[in-house]
T-cell receptor, first 112, second 113 residues
Framework: GQQLNQSPQSMFIQEGEDVSMNCTSS?????WLWYKQDPGEGPVLLIA?????ELTSNGRLTAQFGITRKDSFLNISASIPSDVGIYFC????????????FGKGTRLHILP | DGGITQSPKYLFRKEGQNVTLSCEQN?????MYWYRQDPGQGLRLIYY???????QKGDIAEGYSVSREKKESFPLTVTSAQKNPTAFYLC????????????FGQGTRLTVV
């Protein structure tokens, strides 16, 4: 079946550092979504990307939809303690079905 | 307020019992999904429904059943056939038919003792 490879699996950074994570796939998607999950809660949508090459920002977050439509990255600038959590990428191809495929997540830890 | 609601937040059941998890949305979304999340793991698709009275198996459907009798409701039953049911269960919805942003409920943590 379809798979998304998300990396890194976990990150340990100092407060104030920038963060970068990415997702790749062997399949083409026409939508990429990035979510953040806090412990014991449901994922919350951060950014949605709809067009190959699109670069979208949401505050300190920036995400890009790869030109090949098989990858996406998420950057967080100047990290703060509340950025701790698990970040998931998700791909969807509405021409095929409404099935949403998720990466396995990147767990972000911020060191004091 | 529009949203997607899962209940209960925590659920305990004895081994061998069936249990049903509730998921309700008032977003008028056509598509609804159930995912399972194990500690330190990603989201695995159990079942999804693109329209009322229709649903498809996801990657790990064995031991689970669903129904979609109403647009706003997509309950998940964890049956006694599910070998390892203790997990965090997440429901999501999406407008479907070209709408692409999916929104999640708060999750239900099921513990089988």
């Amino acid at each position: 079946g379809q798979q998304l490879n998300q990396s890194p699996q976990s990150m340990f950074i100092q407060e104030g550092e920038d963060v970068s994570m990415n997702c790749t796939s062997s399949s083409i998607f026409n939508t990429w979504l990035w979510y953040k999950q806090d412990p014991g809660e449901g994922p919350v949508l951060l950014i949605a990307l709809y067009k190959a090459g699109e670069l979208t920002s949401n505050g300190r977050l920036t995400a890009q939809f790869g030109i090949t439509r098989k990858d996406s990255f998420l950057n967080i600038s100047a990290s703060i303690p509340s950025d701790v959590g698990i970040y998931f990428c998700a791909g969807l191809n509405m021409n095929r079905d409404d099935k949403i495929i998720f990466g396995k997540g990147t767990r972000l830890h911020i060191l004091p | 307020d529009g949203g997607i609601t899962q209940s209960p937040k925590y659920l305990f059941r004895k081994e061998g019992q069936n249990v049903t998890l509730s998921c309700e949305q008032n977003l008028n979304h056509d598509a609804m999904y159930w995912y399972r999340q194990d500690p330190g793991q990603g989201l695995r698709l159990i079942y999804y429904s693109q329209i009322v009275n229709d649903f498809q198996k996801g990657d790990i459907a064995e031991g689970y059943s669903v129904s979609r009798e109403k647009k706003e409701s997509f309950p998940l039953t964890v049956t006694s056939a599910q070998k390892n049911p203790t997990a965090f269960y997440l429901c999501a919805s999406n407008p479907g038919q070209g709408g692409t942003e999916a929104f999640f409920g708060q999750g239900t943590r099921l513990t089988v003792v």
